[in-house]
T-cell receptor, first 112, second 113 residues
Framework: SQQGEEDPQALSIQEGENATMNCSYK?????LQWYRQNSGRGLVHLIL?????REKHSGRLRVTLDTSKKSSSLLITASRAADTASYFC????????????FGAGTTVTVRA | SQTIHQWPATLVQPVGSPLSLECTVE??????LYWYRQAAGRGLQLLFY??????ISSEVPQNLSASRPQDRQFILSSKKLLLSDSGFYLC????????????FGEGSWLTVV
């Protein structure tokens, strides 16, 4: 079943701006992961945050996790045209974290 | 390092014909293997996963089946394709030693006509 839900569904920003997208989920999780998908390609893993973590950084990416609100956010700073892609959150449940449930994704377009 | 190969990349098949998509993983042992399907503009739906040779779990009832004849080989099949089987199929793997992150292949576009 699809547990994560991304918001917004689509985002269009100017190069250099920051892009923020959110993910909400319904049940308790072990970890939450963010993936990027370029059009017609496979998904690329970006970052994993565990349920006992609140924030993680990787390059221009910043992920937060609020387990009390069952939500996560992905921030891409100083966006580039190459960041144009769909971004998905995926949740792994306790005792079952080798199966991930994916949301429908946020499509990000970065205008040059 | 680990790699995943999935083929064919694109496939156009008539309704009622059989299907075989193949996936192999290199550089790791006893991985968990997955088949996902993605409809146009949608998220990923888990179809099958496998924790070992011959062990297949189906997530949704459908016209498809999966097999794992070898540790690092995962095959998605159908005896008779339906129009609704069209989509983007993704093979993926994970392993405890890789932190249970799921790594995806490049996908296979299936169009049933």
């Amino acid at each position: 079943s699809q547990q994560g839900e991304e918001d917004p569904q689509a985002l269009s920003i100017q190069e250099g701006e920051n892009a923020t997208m959110n993910c909400s989920y319904k049940t308790s999780i072990n970890n939450l992961q963010w993936y990027r998908q370029n059009s017609g390609r496979g998904l690329v893993h970006l970052i994993l945050i565990r349920s006992n973590e609140r924030e993680k950084h990787s390059g221009r990416l910043r992920v937060t996790l609020d387990t009390s609100k069952k939500s996560s956010s992905l921030l891409i700073t100083a966006s580039r045209a190459a960041d144009t892609a769909s971004y998905f959150c995926a949740t792994g449940a306790w005792g079952n974290d080798y199966k991930l449930s994916f949301g429908a994704g946020t499509t990000v377009t970065v205008r040059a | 390092s680990q790699t995943i190969h999935q083929w064919p990349a694109t496939l156009v098949q008539p309704v009622g014909s059989p299907l075989s998509l193949e996936c192999t993983v290199e550089g790791t042992s006893n991985p968990n293997l997955y088949w996902y399907r993605q409809a146009a503009g949608r998220g990923l739906q888990l179809l099958f996963y496998s924790v070992g040779i011959g062990q297949i779990s189906s997530e949704v009832p459908q016209n498809l089946s999966a097999s794992r004849p070898q540790d690092r080989q995962f095959i998605l099949s159908s005896k008779k394709l339906l129009l609704s089987d069209s989509g983007f199929y993704l093979c993926a793997w994970s392993a405890v030693i890789a932190g249970n992150t799921i790594y995806f292949g490049e996908g296979s576009w299936l169009t049933v006509v």
